[in-house]
């Protein structure tokens, strides 16, 4: 289920039109996942830039938010089975296919990079205390035989979502700025 905007705010649509949104609950979950993604990834590449006194600082924060999104985007998959996206735009085969496919990859990647991140630092050694208040348990305890392999998930999977996120965003803009039509609405 999905609701609807009418006249969107422009001045340069003086006839009404009718944009079918994503369901509150999506808009919302979608504007918390990308916050918390555009705050965790950038933290994640500076762990190895920080000075050795800060460093484990960067570690917890960066650790606590991944964390969190793994939550979030549980819940945001839990969302979805119940509640339906509004249909597809009005666009050519390929470009649906290809908004969908960005779509699931990005859904996929938020899942493999929390998973893989925790997973390494308990493979490491290192248990992660959620904003150093609350213990989580440690699926496999200090594993180091598969400790690298791991990271090296983590540290190749940054790199394609970010790659994604780059898709996302040539989207958002050609179809805001050169098609100038309502597709950021649904989301918003
Ligand atoms: C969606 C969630 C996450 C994102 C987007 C993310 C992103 C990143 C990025 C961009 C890097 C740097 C990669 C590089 O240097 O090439 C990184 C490193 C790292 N991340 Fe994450 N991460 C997430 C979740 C987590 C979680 C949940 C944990 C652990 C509980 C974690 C632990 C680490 C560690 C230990 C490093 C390595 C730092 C180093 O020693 O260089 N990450 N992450
Ligand atoms: C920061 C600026 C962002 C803007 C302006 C933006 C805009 C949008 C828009 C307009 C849609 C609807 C597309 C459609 O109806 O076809 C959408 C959906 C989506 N966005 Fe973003 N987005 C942003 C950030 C992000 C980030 C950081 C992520 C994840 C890394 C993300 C993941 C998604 C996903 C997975 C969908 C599909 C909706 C769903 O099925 O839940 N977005 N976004």
Known sequence: MSDT????????????????RYHGAARILHWIVAALVLATWPLGLMI??????????FYLV???????????????????????APAAEEAPAIERFAAAAVHGLLYLFLIIMPVS?????NAHGFPL???GLLPVWSPIGKT?????????????SAWILLGLFALHIGA????HVIKRDQTLYRII
């Open 48 to 57: 190895g830039f920080a000075k050795k006194e800060v460093s484990l600082n």
């Open 5 to 20: 905007l009418q006249n969107p705010p422009s001045k340069a649509t003086p006839m009404l039109i009718t944009v079918e």
């Open 129 to 131: 205390v959620w904003f």
């Open 117 to 121: 991140g925790f997973l390494a630092t």
């Open 144 to 156: 180091p035989d598969i400790a690298w392999t791991l990271s090296a998930i983590h540290g190749y």
């Open 62 to 84: 960066h650790e606590s938010l991944g964390f969190l999104i793994l939550w979030v985007m549980l819940v945001r998959i839990g969302t979805k089975l119940f509640v339906a």
């Open 172 to 175: 958002v803009v050609m179809h």
